[in-house]
Nanobody
Framework: QVQLVESGGGLVQTGDSLRLSCASS????????MAWFRQAPGKEREIVAA????????YYAESAKGRFTISRDNDKNMVYLQMNSLKVEDTAVYYC???????????????????WGQGTQVTVSS
């Protein structure tokens, strides 16, 4: 089990950039697939991006492709989400999550993620 704490959310305008950070504490961070999910009011939680223990193996939701970049630093137990060209529809609470079983073909499978952060609000205004 890992403890996750997100930071970096805020209020920005359309087209701006934002970098979210997730700090993890607990054993064997490098063994976890790490992901960012988001949940907008009245909508289900959805995956944004994921990166497994091999940092080059990443997954992006269609809405994130070309605009967002997920990365991790196993030495610092950190995972990041760089968000560029933000849109109003990106407004949501963003959650960091960890999984020992999510991998190719199952990154978006929410029940595979056992550890979650408290979330950080991202609001994009027009």
């Amino acid at each position: 089990q890992v403890q996750l704490v997100e930071s970096g959310g805020g209020l920005v305008q359309t087209g701006d950039s934002l970098r979210l950070s997730c700090a993890s504490s607990g054993p064997s961070f490098s063994a976890y697939t790490m992901a960012w999910f988001r949940q907008a009011p009245g909508k289900e939680r959805e995956i944004v991006a994921a990166v497994n223990w091999v940092p080059r193996n990443t997954y992006y939701a269609e809405s994130a492709k070309g605009r967002f970049t997920i990365s991790r630093d196993n030495d610092k137990n950190m995972v990041y989400l760089q968000m560029n060209s933000l849109k109003v529809e990106d407004t949501a609470v963003y959650y960091c999550a960890a999984s020992l079983t999510a991998s190719d073909g199952s990154y978006a499978d929410t029940p595979r993620y056992n550890d979650w952060g408290q979330g950080t609000q991202v609001t994009v205004s027009s």
